[in-house]
């Protein structure tokens, strides 16, 4: 199975500042049709998750700008140039390449 | 709008069985695979199962491989899944999520939480 793992796993931010979250996986996440599928979550507290980037990068449908995917091959970053409060929660990475899926730890934002 | 409503949750015994369901309206149900996820108490996601958009293949986790079964009713836009020896360490809310394009579980019920105890 494929291990994905989040650092940090904990991230107080100020409000206003940029926050960025790393997911790096045991083994290359390039699928054999030459797509990776490393998706981000977000969970507020007592929601369920919600999609933020597929793809690496791809932003979801109404997701705020300020939320970037980035990486390739095993290393990817989540970055949220400007932190609201609203972005507090935990961020999940998922790979979705091969099965079993499996998701990272989880990151928790806080606000400092 | 897309909408997963899971049910079916509750408190059971060790050992025993209980049938999720997970209702599906506002898209094309027999187009799209689904999938189950999980998140004990406090703790993080754990993907379990996926099902294709015909109920040709499915996948399990190595954790509920064997004691899980995930099936779909297409005419009444409906995914199941169906737990049998239950144990402690299922305890959990129980996710659906929808298999969109390009691999993505685009949207996600509210859970139905169970509780495996004595």
């Known amino acids: 199975d494929i291990v994905m793992t989040q650092t940090p796993l904990s991230s107080p931010v100020t409000l206003g500042q940029p926050a960025s979250i790393s997911c790096r996986s045991s083994?290359?996440?390039?699928?054999?049709?030459?797509?990776?599928?490393l998706s981000w979550l977000q969970q507020r507290p007592g929601q369920p998750p919600r999609l933020l980037i597929y793809?690496?990068?791809d932003r979801f449908s109404g997701v705020p700008d300020r939320f970037s995917g980035s990486g390739a091959g095993t290393d990817f970053t989540l970055k949220i140039s400007r932190v609201e409060a609203e972005d507090v929660g935990v961020y999940y990475c998922i790979q979705t390449t091969q099965f079993p899926h499996t998701f990272g730890q989880g990151t928790k934002l806080e606000i400092k | 709008q897309v909408q997963l409503v899971e049910s079916g949750g509750g408190v059971v015994q060790p050992g025993r069985s209980l049938r999720l369901s997970c209702a599906a309206s506002g898209f094309t149900f027999s187009s799209n695979g689904m999938h189950w996820v999980r998140q004990a108490p406090g703790k993080g996601l754990e993907w379990l199962s996926v099902?294709?958009?015909?109920?040709?293949?499915?996948y399990y986790a190595d954790s509920v491989k064997g004691r899980f079964t995930i099936s779909r009713d297409n005419s009444k836009n409906t995914l199941y899944l169906q737990m049998d020896s239950l144990r402690a360490e299922d305890t959990a809310v129980y996710y659906c999520a929808r298999w969109g394009n390009s691999k993505k579980l685009d949207y996600w019920g509210q859970g139905t939480l169970v509780t495996v105890s004595s």
């Open positions: 793809k690496i990068s």
């Open positions: 083994q290359s996440l390039v699928h054999s049709d030459g797509n990776t599928y």
């Open positions: 099902i294709w958009y015909d109920g040709s293949n499915k």
